[in-house]
């Protein structure tokens, strides 16, 4: 879970190189001139995938489920099976708040 940050080196703006020789303040005005050259140089993020899917109802949900009825030696028992085909993913949705991306590396609160 939570597999969000970036895999590969470079890929985010403000991931730096980091070379031996480099002194921290060198590499923090390479990170900004990265920023400055780059088109989506925002550390905010405004939208996110969704995880919630729709049914051939309409319905929204993470998960669905279907009661089905089991004949076991004679009785009845009721089981749920999970429903996972003819599931439409919501897609791409638009958050209420920006948030900061966790590749950011700047601190925001020093204790």
């Given at each position: 879970m939570g597999g969000s940050g970036?895999?590969?080196k470079g890929v985010w703006p403000f991931t730096s190189a980091g070379a031996a020789g480099e002194t921290p303040g060198e590499v923090?005005?390479?990170c900004l001139a990265r920023l400055k050259g780059s088109k989506c140089g925002t550390p905010f993020i405004f939208t996110r995938r969704s995880s919630l899917y729709f049914d051939e109802d309409g319905d929204?949900?993470?998960e669905f489920y279907e009661e089905t009825v089991v004949t076991k030696n004679g009785r009845k028992k009721a089981k749920l099976k999970r429903i996972q085909k003819n599931l439409i993913p919501q897609g791409i949705i638009e958050l209420d708040h920006p948030r900061i991306h966790v590749d950011f590396p700047v601190i925001l609160c020093e204790i």
């Open positions: 970036s895999k590969t923090s005005e390479q929204l949900a993470h």
